[in-house]
């Protein structure tokens, strides 16, 4: 049985019939117009792509048939809605009501969100998470004024994310109030139905699993929407946070399959066989298996042995940790010093770099010259430097610069006469080993701490512009946050307010992130207080606590 939540049918309004009286219209109104829309605005005309509502559609059309059966020649209709209000179906019962309907636009591929046509029944409920009933006058928009509605969304039974919302109409100044319990059991067979294609999608993904883990000498997970199965290879090999790496890769809408390399939080490289299970968005089977043969990317925290060249080229966006894989490079020639020149530090000083000067101290002290920033040099700095290492037989030299195609054509032709080239990888290009590379962060920050599997699924899903010095940053500010709650695992929660999406609500609808976003600045401004945060938003806690799940917060 389905749990509904109903507002009050009965209405009052003032003489002149335009201004509402129930707190939930008015509320509906305010943020119709906040939102730009206009009482005289027409009907949206665009339609929208509908093609990912197919399942709702499918689990609500033998219901809707069966309604039709008991509403002929009632003038009234049945309409659905998707998750993002988008029209899906729209079954009318009587000549009146389909003429009412196409006068209105109301069609399949339609949005008819609070923000695009005001308060209505099949807008307003996703915004309540509630059932209401909008009469006549009650529209925002003067264009409905003359039909009346009820709508009901559909929770779904598994996921606790909205589904979809059923609203009944009729030409009429108040709807009918056998419309509400009528509405509320059409909603309950959808979702009951919605749960029946649930267990059959997590049976698909039991069964894939199941006959993948035959040979117990093989590790194998499957990872589905809100189900998790390992065999004990598997277990043994997987951390919470290798299980979040993991998701991000099942999530992805353009899966298919593939092998693709994986360091875990335990060190050991693996390769991974990805195979999405057949009919299912968002669920894939994983079959693991050693990698010894897959060298390691360069990092700060992995480097190869030094090469014999003297002119070595460090590349890389900043933060990746090009600088400190340089001084490390100069350490190892030697206990002895290493002359640094830090040319971006020069230039905010105000002093111009004596690249001259630092070759001829580096030859003449025979020490390790590390020039970092050389993408910032004039010209004829860099046409020096160039001269000069094309002959550099010392100790070596060193140049720190941006990636090579991203700097002018002089410091290019630099670093391409360098003897070796150390290209270090944006972080956002190193999804197959961030999770181990954050732990092992984490663990340098505050040792013994981890990452949660959500949590490392939603530092999987930044773009990390500032590198590993923007994921230190990320990951102190959380250790702090975990610190504070007495725990030692990092929750999504923990993470800064722009980093806690998970790969969930990396694909959720622009509605859904919306609200995403209301309910974390809620979260925050009532200090994690979710019964403030509730009250906050205008909502109850229980539908506060059913939001955070299915838009994974």
């Not at 050991?268 to 066989?273: D, L, M, R």
Request: net charge negative; aromatic share 2%; glycine share 8%.
């Amino acid at each position: 049985m389905t749990c509904v939540t109903l507002v009050c049918i009965n209405l009052l309004t003032d003489a002149a019939g335009t201004s509402p009286r129930r707190a939930v219209i008015d509320h509906s109104w305010r943020r119709s117009a906040l939102s730009g829309v206009h009482p005289d605005d027409p009907t949206p005309t665009a339609l929208v792509d509908i093609a990912a509502a197919d399942p709702l559609l499918d689990a609500a059309r033998p219901v809707l048939d069966d309604a039709a059966a008991r509403l002929v020649d009632t003038d009234m209709s049945l309409l659905l809605v998707d998750h993002e209000c988008r029209m899906v179906s729209r079954v009318a019962f009587g000549t009146a009501i389909e003429r009412k309907l196409d006068e209105l636009g109301a069609a399949p591929g339609v949005p008819f969100g609070e923000d695009t046509v005001g308060t209505t029944a099949l807008g307003t409920p996703a915004e309540i998470r509630g059932g209401i009933a909008v009469n006549s006058s009650e529209h925002y928009l003067e264009r409905f004024k003359t039909i009346s509605c009820f709508g009901q969304p559909i929770i779904h039974p598994a996921t606790r994310r909205l589904a979809g919302i059923v609203c009944m109409s009729e030409t009429a100044e108040h709807i009918n109030p056998l419309a509400v319990p009528f509405i509320n059991g059409v909603v309950a067979d959808i979702a009951d139905r919605l749960l029946d294609r649930s267990r059959a999608q997590q049976r698909r993904v039991l069964d894939a699993f199941q006959r993948a883990a035959a040979r117990r000498d093989i590790a194998v997970a499957a990872i589905g929407d809100d189900l998790q199965l390992t065999n004990a290879p598997a277990a043994e090999l997987l951390s919470p946070a290798d299980i979040g790496a993991l998701r991000g890769l099942a999530t992805d809408p353009g899966l298919r399959a593939m092998v693709v390399p994986l360091t875990l939080v335990s060190g050991i490289e693996v390769e991974v066989g990805v195979e999405p299970v057949a009919g299912i968005g968002g669920a894939a089977l994983f079959r693991f298996r050693p990698a010894a043969h897959i060298s390691p990317r360069p990092t700060p925290t992995a480097r190869t042995a030094p090469a014999a060249a003297t002119t070595i080229a460090v590349t890389g966006e900043p933060g990746t940790g090009r600088t400190t894989e340089a001084h490390a490079l100069a350490a190892d020639h030697g206990p002895g010093p290493t002359l640094i020149v830090d040319v971006a530090d020069d230039l905010i000083c105000g002093r111009e770099p004596d690249i001259v000067a630092s070759i001829t101290r580096a030859r003449s002290g025979r020490v390790p010259l590390v020039i970092d920033g050389v993408d910032l040099l004039d010209d004829r700095s860099i046409a020096l430097l160039t001269k000069a290492a094309t002959t550099w037989s010392e100790c070596p030299l060193i140049v720190v610069s941006a990636p090579r195609e991203h700097v002018a054509a002089g410091v290019a032709a630099l670093i391409g006469r360098c003897g070796r080239r150390v290209d270090l990888p944006a972080l956002r290009q190193r999804s197959s080993d961030l999770a181990a590379t954050a732990s092992a962060v984490l663990d340098r920050i505050e040792p013994g701490m981890t990452l949660s599997g959500n949590a490392t699924d939603a530092l999987l899903c930044q773009d990390w512009p500032g590198n590993l010095a923007e994921l230190d940053a990320v990951l102190r500010q959380a250790a702090e946050a975990c610190a504070a709650r007495a725990a030692r695992v990092v929750e999504p929660a923990d993470l800064p307010p722009g980093y806690r999406t998970t790969s969930r609500a990396a694909h959720l609808s622009g509605r859904e992130q919306a609200e995403r976003v209301a309910i974390i600045d809620a979260l925050d401004h009532a200090g994690g207080n979710k019964v403030h945060a509730a009250r906050e938003l205008g909502i109850s806690r229980t539908t506060l606590y059913a939001r955070m799940r299915s838009l994974g917060i």
